[in-house]
């Protein structure tokens, strides 16, 4: 690293927050965030989160007590709160004491904020929209992550550079973190000086030397351009399924045929909204498997950001930190020059 790093001073508030050398943040990812990911960033002075998701207690239970073993590292944990087992998962993150929790999914409620807080942990709630960051600062989180419509997997309405004017120009209540469409170190720098505790990346991170994911899925991802990487459409008001971005494939075309099953059987009443939410959500668990654990990247989901463009080779997570943070040293270096010029 250089001498006299600038960065340290934009990395402050974050890493004080996260307990981390670099507030530099590998987000959830189904199937793919296990133990020895999240370890490994943490090692390199990252930070990690285990996905919650669907996975069974027991299961999600070993992850933990696996990490825990595995590195002594700061990390937390991803629920996403329109699981079928969110309340036990949450219940078991108090039980267990873990130190960090990110509520993906929806809102949560303010008594589930309370209940992890009361645990010891710090709350990080997702913020889609300016109203939405405003009420989850009302009720209680400790930071929030502005997550842009760029991002890969479940996303947002909006884009981060929207975001960024709208909550994390206006709001100096809590620590905000950033993330969408982020792959660089000279990224992270401007984000940094805009008021940015940190970023959140997770596309770049399936391009990791440590990263499970199958090789067909990072070769797909390497050879992708930003562009390739679309998000679903919603075909009725009726079913009011969250967004996916994904690289698109014979997958998205299956989710297409999914949706119009999904919404004659609402029409029949055969089923309800909320079964007709879990029916989606177990198409792209059992997709994302398939591409992302099996390598079936024809009709698996190939969740990708669109920094997916940025994203052309595979490194090990400790490269991949060490490039971020000296590309964003020596652009501040660079602005600090111009800026001393004038």
């Not at 030397?209 to 390497?222: G, I, W």
């Not at 989901?301 to 994203?311: E, F, I, W």
């Given at each position: 690293?250089?001498?006299?790093?600038?960065?340290?001073?934009?990395?402050?508030?974050?890493?004080?927050?996260?307990?981390?050398?670099?507030?530099?943040?590998?987000?959830?990812?189904?199937?793919?965030?296990?133990?020895?990911?999240?370890?490994?960033?943490?090692?390199?002075?990252?930070?990690?989160?285990?996905?919650?998701?669907?996975?069974?207690?027991?299961?999600?239970?070993?992850?933990?007590?696996?990490?825990?073993?595995?590195?002594?590292?700061?990390?937390?944990?991803?629920?996403?709160?329109?699981?079928?087992?969110?309340?036990?998962?949450?219940?078991?993150?108090?039980?267990?004491?873990?130190?960090?929790?990110?509520?993906?999914?929806?809102?949560?409620?303010?008594?589930?904020?309370?209940?992890?807080?009361?645990?010891?942990?710090?709350?990080?709630?997702?913020?889609?929209?300016?109203?939405?960051?405003?009420?989850?600062?009302?009720?209680?989180?400790?930071?929030?992550?502005?997550?842009?419509?760029?991002?890969?997997?479940?996303?947002?309405?909006?884009?981060?550079?929207?975001?960024?004017?709208?909550?994390?120009?206006?709001?100096?209540?809590?620590?905000?973190?950033?993330?969408?469409?982020?792959?660089?170190?000279?990224?992270?720098?401007?984000?940094?000086?805009?008021?940015?505790?940190?970023?959140?990346?997770?596309?770049?991170?399936?391009?990791?030397?440590?990263?499970?994911?199958?090789?067909?899925?990072?070769?797909?991802?390497?050879?992708?351009?930003?562009?390739?990487?679309?998000?679903?459409?919603?075909?009725?008001?009726?079913?009011p399924v969250i967004p996916v971005r994904a690289l698109k494939n014979k997958g998205t075309q299956a989710f297409g045929k999914l949706q119009l099953d999904i919404m004659q059987k609402l029409k029949?009443?055969?089923?309800?909204?909320?079964?007709?939410?879990?029916?989606?959500?177990?198409?792209?668990?059992?997709?994302?498997?398939?591409?992302?654990?099996?390598?079936?990247?024809?009709?698996?989901?190939?969740?990708?950001?669109?920094?997916?463009?940025?994203?052309?080779?595979?490194?090990?997570?400790?490269?991949?930190?060490?490039?971020?943070?000296?590309?964003?040293?020596?652009?501040?270096?660079?602005?600090?020059?111009?800026?001393?010029?004038?």
């Open positions: 690293m250089l001498p006299d790093m600038l960065i340290d001073q934009f990395f402050k508030r974050g890493k004080n927050f996260l307990g981390c050398r670099y507030p530099i943040i590998c987000g959830a990812m189904t199937w793919i965030s296990d133990y020895k990911l999240v370890g490994d960033v943490g090692e390199a002075g990252g930070f990690g989160f285990l996905a919650g998701g669907n996975t069974p207690l027991d299961l999600l239970e070993k992850e933990i007590r696996k990490l825990r073993d595995y590195s002594d590292k700061p990390f937390g944990v991803n629920l996403v709160t329109v699981s079928p087992i969110y309340k036990e998962q949450l219940r078991l993150v108090c039980d267990m004491e873990c130190a960090l929790v990110m509520f993906a999914g929806s809102i949560p409620r303010e008594p589930e904020i309370r209940r992890a807080q009361e645990a010891g942990a710090k709350v990080i709630c997702f913020a889609p929209t300016a109203p939405l960051a405003i009420r989850l600062i009302k009720m209680g989180t400790d930071a929030l992550m502005l997550e842009g419509s760029e991002a890969g997997g479940h996303i947002g309405p909006v884009s981060l550079t929207v975001l960024l004017q709208q909550i994390l120009f206006e709001v100096e209540d809590v620590p905000i973190f950033t993330a969408g469409g982020i792959a660089t170190g000279r990224m992270m720098a401007h984000l940094l000086m805009m008021g940015a505790a940190g970023i959140q990346m997770g596309t770049r991170f399936v391009m990791s030397d440590e990263c499970k994911a199958h090789p067909n899925f990072k070769e797909t991802f390497r050879r992708a351009r930003a562009r390739d990487a679309v998000a679903t459409p919603q075909f009725d008001s009726r079913l029949d009443e055969t089923i309800d909204t909320q079964q007709a939410q879990y029916e989606v959500e177990n198409f792209w668990a059992g997709a994302l498997h398939s591409a992302a654990i099996e390598g079936n990247v024809e009709k698996g989901s190939l969740m990708a950001g669109q920094s997916v463009g940025l994203a052309d080779k595979i490194m090990p997570v400790k490269g991949i930190i060490d490039e971020l943070v000296y590309d964003a040293e020596t652009e501040l270096q660079k602005l600090k020059q111009k800026l001393s010029a004038l």
